[in-house]
C-alpha cells in the first residue's frame, strides 16, 4: 500500500508498506533458491539447515536479498498506483523482519508539467525508399562484387586489381589493397607498377580521429598483384549463396529489401512525429533535470572509454590541449536537453492517451528482456535495481503511447478514443531493450 505524504512543486515524498505475508513470501523465495544453490558439505542439496547456509553466505545476506527483492517489486508498483512519473528517487528503507510488515519512504522529483501542442492534425512527409528495378539490380551487383575472387596475375597493375604490399620500416607489414576502393595517393602510386617493384607513396596531411598527421612517404614492395574475378549473375551464383536458383534470389532479395525500407521510413515518421511534439510542447525544465541527465551521460562515455583502456582524465587533459573540451562540453549540454525534451514530450503525450502496462504485460516483458540477455528475471531485476526497472516501465508506456499516437494521426476525436485501448507489449520490449 502507497501513501503520498508530501507534495511541493516537482517534489514528493511517498511511504510504502508491504504486508508481512508478502514479507515472508519473499523470505521463502530467498531461501528456496539459496537452498537450491548453495552446496554445503555433509549435506544433500536442499536439506542443509537455515542456519548452516547463513553461515556461509554470511549474516545479514539474507535480509539484503529480500529487502532488494520487495524494493523492485514495489517501488515500481507503487509509483504507478500513485500516478507518479518520477525522474529520480532516493529510497529510505525501514528495518526488516520475518513475521512483520516491511516499509520504506521515498523521496523523488517528478518531472514537470508539460503541454504539448496539438499533435493529432500532425502531417508527417517522410516515406519508405522507393525499391525499384535499379535498385534490386544495384543490390545484386554489389552481392556480385562482395562475392568476387581473385586470381594471381603476372601484368602491371590495373585499376580493379588487388595489391599485396609489404611496407618497409619498424612499423610495416604486409597486407592487401583493393584498387577499386584504394585512396587516390596509393591509387596513383600502384597503378602501372608489377610484382616486385619498390613504390615511394606520399601520404598527404590529414586528420585520424583526434589526432594530426602531418604529409609523409611510405616505401613499399608489391609482393602479388591478382585480378578480379566477377561470377555471373545465374542459377550457379545463387547456389553459392544458398539460393536454389536465381529467380529465388531476386525475389527474397527483392522482399528483403521491401522490409527494410520499411522499416526505414517507420523509424522516420516517427522521428519526425517526435520532433512535431518537441517542437510543439510549452514547458519549463529545471535545470536538476538539466544537470542530472548531462551528468549520467557523460558517466557513460567515461565508461566506454574505460572498457577502451583509456581513462577520462587523460582524454580531458587532452581535449584541454587541443582547445576542444568547452565545445565537447557545449555538445553535451545540448544533447542532454535535446534527450529530456524528447522524454518529457513522450511522457505528456502516454499520460494524454491514458497508456497502461498491465503487471502481467510488464512482468511478460522483463522476462522476455531477461532471456534476450541471458539472464533470470530475478538476475536482472537486480542488475536493474528500483530506479532502473521503474525507468524500463516508463519506456514501455513511452513506446505504446508512440505507437497510438502515429496510428491515430488524422482520425477524429472519436477515433482516437476507440484507438487508445491497450495492446500487446511485446513489441515495446522489442524496441525499447536499449533505451535508457
Do not use: C
Not at 522476462?367 to 524500463?392: C, F, V
Amino acid at each position: 500500500m502507497a501513501e503520498l505524504m508530501s507534495r511541493d512543486g516537482n517534489k514528493v515524498e511517498f511511504k510504502v508498506s508491504v504486508p508481512a505475508a508478502e514479507v515472508n513470501r519473499a523470505y521463502d523465495q530467498v531461501w528456496a533458491g539459496l537452498s537450491r544453490d548453495v552446496r554445503v558439505p555433509g549435506f544433500r542439496p536442499g536439506k542443509a539447515p537455515r542456519k548452516v547456509i547463513e553461515s556461509r553466505v554470511g549474516k545479514g545476506y539474507v535480509e539484503q536479498e529480500v529487502r532488494d527483492r520487495l524494493l523492485q517489486t514495489h517501488y515500481t508498483q507503487a509509483a504507478r498506483e500513485l500516478k507518479l512519473s518520477l525522474v529520480d528517487a532516493t529510497i529510505d528503507p525501514q528495518p526488516l523482519a520475518s513475521g512483520q510488515a516491511f516499509e520504506f519512504k521515498v523521496t523523488g522529483e517528478t518531472y514537470p508539467e508539460v503541454k504539448l501542442g496539438d499533435w493529432k492534425g500532425a502531417e508527417l512527409t517522410s516515406t519508405s525508399p522507393e525499391i525499384t528495378d535499379e535498385v534490386l539490380e544495384r543490390t545484386l551487383s554489389d552481392l556480385q562484387e562482395r562475392n568476387a575472387t581473385f586470381d594471381s596475375v603476372d601484368r602491371p597493375i590495373e585499376a580493379s586489381d588487388q595489391v599485396t604490399i609489404e611496407e618497409q620500416g619498424e612499423d610495416g607489414g604486409t597486407y592487401p589493397v583493393y584498387l577499386d576502393v584504394a585512396e587516390e595517393h596509393v591509387r596513383e602510386a600502384l597503378l602501372g607498377k608489377s610484382k616486385g617493384d619498390t613504390v615511394e607513396i606520399t601520404v598527404p596531411a590529414h586528420q585520424h580521429g583526434d589526432h594530426e598527421h602531418p604529409a609523409h612517404t611510405v616505401t613499399v614492395t608489391v609482393l602479388d598483384v591478382k585480378t578480379k574475378q566477377l561470377q555471373e549473375l545465374g542459377d550457379d551464383f545463387a547456389k553459392t549463396l544458398n539460393f536454389e536458383s536465381m529467380e529465388r534470389l531476386r525475389t527474397d532479395l527483392k522482399d528483403e529489401l521491401l522490409r527494410r525500407a520499411t522499416q526505414e521510413g517507420d523509424s522516420a515518421r516517427r522521428e519526425e512525429f517526435i520532433t512535431h511534439l518537441v517542437e510543439g510542447m510549452q514547458v519549463t525544465i529545471p535545470q536538476a533535470l538539466l544537470d542530472r541527465r548531462r551528468e549520467a551521460m557523460l558517466e557513460e562515455i567515461q565508461d566506454d572509454l574505460g572498457r577502451q583502456g583509456v581513462k577520462w582524465g587523460e582524454y580531458e587533459a587532452f581535449m584541454k590541449e587541443q582547445n576542444k573540451l568547452d565545445d565537447f562540453m557545449a555538445d553535451l549540454s545540448k544533447n542532454a536537453e535535446s534527450r529530456v525534451k524528447r522524454d518529457l514530450a513522450l511522457e505528456q503525450l502516454a499520460e494524454d492517451l491514458k497508456v497502461q502496462v498491465s503487471d502481467a504485460e510488464f512482468n511478460q516483458t522483463m522476462t522476455m528482456l531477461a532471456q534476450a540477455n541471458g539472464l533470470t528475471p530475478q538476475a536482472l531485476q537486480k542488475q536493474l535495481g528500483p530506479n532502473g526497472i521503474n525507468s524500463y516501465y516508463t519506456s514501455l508506456v513511452r513506446e505504446r503511447g508512440l505507437q497510438q499516437a502515429l496510428s491515430q494521426l488524422g482520425k477524429g476525436d472519436e477515433a482516437v478514443a476507440e484507438d487508445a485501448q491497450p495492446e500487446p507489449a511485446a513489441e515495446a520490449a522489442e524496441d525499447t531493450k536499449t533505451e535508457e
